[in-house]
């Protein structure tokens, strides 16, 4: 603790972040200050803490910190860290699902409207669409009633042919000159006020249109027809007639056992409620309300931001003002409503959070014990030196050596960590040598190490191979290589499922319901999916006849042959001389040399 406490003495009176870490340098909690001096040093205080803090401060071994220019910034900079090392004692959002928006393109002379998931400041956006609202259906209508465009075609002096919208009637054919800027802009209008929520219009023009088709005894159209409006209607049901339509706000509320928790976000625009989402999480080693506000800069940092967000959450609503501000241009507005609509919804997020957390204990329960509560397992019955934060699996894939190809797959705390997988081309190795393209992909993975990129490719606690003892010793050799010393290394072989590790010349023999070695299984599967993966994705992307066009005495009507007898290129390559030869036009000497050209690849 004397280390710790000489660098608090050097702490600046400055708004910062701070990253504190455990005795392997793992980052255990990432945390903002207005001062960094007076905040972290509350750590170390005798004061009474809750529980959570306190064994979060018992395992500190050491911290560091970042200065930034003010505390917003400090806020913008906490969000980045949680999302790149995942700290265990943070409230984490691990299903930061985005939502679908309808993007009106402004910008253009004739605007088009399109469905995306990103938000940026070149359009007119409507959403977000949650619970079953399908955004297709709407662009639709929007496309059926005011005849907005939907290609993505650009619009440049030459007039274009009319495509199957415009004879369909769902676009007047800007892109062919048949309608004036003036007239497309009345119908982006009309457009836009039905995407705002405002219904009643639509629905009208789509009772005319249908009448009309039921008259004319075109009834497909005229059903299609009838099943937009009832998707309009139940829009409509949507709608809280006491809320104003002008008023765009999440209603946030948390249900908490001290323990576990639950977040639910009730979702409004103009007027209309658009969907809702519960978040499960631990209680992290935050205040209260700097928990919550971590917890919105994270969800918030990847959606749009309302006019108001009502909550009877405590949090410095201020310091979140302005970070809305600096995000968006403008300032959303914290609520804490004690009657009328407002409290209404909040009420029913707070019944929707405890009702899920009630539910989901369990649940939470059992995934912590597949994964967080796996890996502490893992460490001790596999004597492994460090907490295995972060472990990486690899996996080699290729058929008689063709288009091989490695996988490496990163589960954090457990939990599959998707953004970090990563895929290799074996460039150096000649023919199926499984052992000698592993090699290549672990050096070219581990030699990473120790340089400027091991800031995007963090070093690993545990490497997980697909093997046995060979494996093990093969694979040892490698970390002796590079100098490796402080990356545990265990094997797991397939039949049996028995564990090798360095520590031990016996290996480790696991239950097979023990949640340690289900993990172990699940890491070298997925490592094995996502391999076999990218290499029937390149498989299927080469063109196949060009294999067989590289082998003397293949011409097309050969290749053509082959590929109708055999149906694919792997069923070529596994065939016998025999079966090659009983082939249209292949005699037994070019069958011949077909079986040995991939005989000797």
């Not at 836009?192 to 009834?219: D, H, I, P, T």
């Amino acid at each position: 603790m004397s280390v710790i406490q000489e660098k608090l003495k050097l702490l600046p009176d400055s708004p910062g972040v701070y990253l504190m870490m455990d005795k392997d340098g793992v980052i255990i909690y990432v945390g903002k200050a207005r001062v960094l001096k007076n905040r972290v040093r509350q750590y170390f205080h005798s004061s009474p803490k809750p529980a959570k803090v306190q064994a979060m401060v018992e395992n500190i071994a050491d911290f560091s910190y970042v200065v930034t220019p003010s505390e917003v910034d400090a806020l913008s900079l906490e969000n980045t860290f949680i999302k790149k090392y995942k700290p265990k004692y943070n409230i984490l959002l691990k299903d930061d699902k985005t939502y679908p928006y309808i993007k009106l393109h402004t910008r253009e002379q004739f605007p088009h409207i399109s469905i995306t998931r990103r938000i940026a400041k070149d359009g007119r956006y409507f959403g977000p669409f949650m619970g079953g609202i399908s955004c297709k259906d709407i662009v639709d209508i929007a496309a059926r009633v005011y005849g907005v465009r939907t290609c993505k075609n650009a619009l440049g002096k030459k007039p274009l042919r009319p495509c199957l919208n415009y004879h369909l009637g769902r676009c007047p054919a800007p892109c062919a000159g048949y309608v004036s800027e003036e007239e497309y802009a009345s119908r982006v209008q009309g457009a836009a006020s039905f995407l705002a929520g405002n219904y009643e219009e639509a629905e009208e023009l789509l009772r005319e249109k249908m009448q009309r088709f039921a008259e004319n005894e075109e009834f497909e159209l005229a059903m299609e027809y009838r099943d937009r409006i009832e998707m309009l209607s139940r829009l409509k049901l949507r709608r809280i007639t006491a809320m104003p339509k002008d008023v765009e706000a999440d209603i946030w509320a948390r249900a908490t056992n001290g323990l576990y928790g639950a977040i639910c976000v009730l979702v409004t625009r103009r007027g209309i409620m658009q969907g809702s989402r519960t978040f499960p999480l631990e209680e992290g080693a935050g205040e209260g309300g700097e928990s919550f506000l971590s917890f919105l800069t994270q969800y918030y940092s990847s959606h749009e931001l309302p006019h108001e967000i009502v909550t009877d959450e405590v949090m410095d609503d201020e310091l979140f003002m302005e970070y809305s501000r600096a995000k968006a241009g403008r300032k959303t507005e914290i609520v804490r409503p004690k009657q009328g609509v407002k409290r209404d919804l909040l009420d029913m997020a707070v019944r929707n959070a405890r009702e899920y957390l009630e539910k989901s204990i369990s649940q939470i329960e059992h995934k912590n014990d597949m994964t967080v509560n796996a890996c502490k397992r893992l460490q001790e019955v596999l004597a492994l030196s460090h907490y295995p934060k972060r472990m990486e699996c690899y996996d080699i894939s290729n058929i008689s050596g063709v288009d091989k190809v490695g996988s490496m797959v990163v589960f954090t705390d457990g939990e599959a960590d998707k953004n970090a997988y990563r895929r290799f081309k074996i460039k150096t190795v000649e023919g199926a040598d499984d052992f000698a393209s592993l090699k290549e992909v672990l050096l070219r993975r581990l030699s990473k190490l120790g340089t400027d990129e091991e800031e995007r490719f963090p070093r690993p606690q545990l490497v997980v191979i697909d093997g046995g003892r060979g494996q093990l010793s093969a694979v040892k050799q490698i970390f002796d290589e590079l100098h490796i010393e402080d990356i545990d290394l265990v094997t797991l072989a397939k039949q049996e499922e028995e564990i090798y590790t360095l520590a031990s010349p016996e290996p480790v023999r696991l239950s097979r319901r023990d949640y340690a070695l289900r993990t172990l299984q699940r890491i070298r599967d997925e490592a094995h999916r996502f391999a076999i993966t990218y290499f029937r994705n390149l498989h299927s992307k080469r063109n196949l006849s060009s294999v067989l066009d590289e082998i003397e005495g293949v011409g097309k009507e050969k290749r053509t042959a082959l590929m109708q007898k055999f149906g694919t290129i792997d069923k070529i390559m596994r065939a016998s001389e025999k079966e090659l030869s009983e082939t249209p036009g292949i005699g037994p000497k070019l069958a011949h040399t077909i079986h040995d050209y991939f005989k000797k690849l």
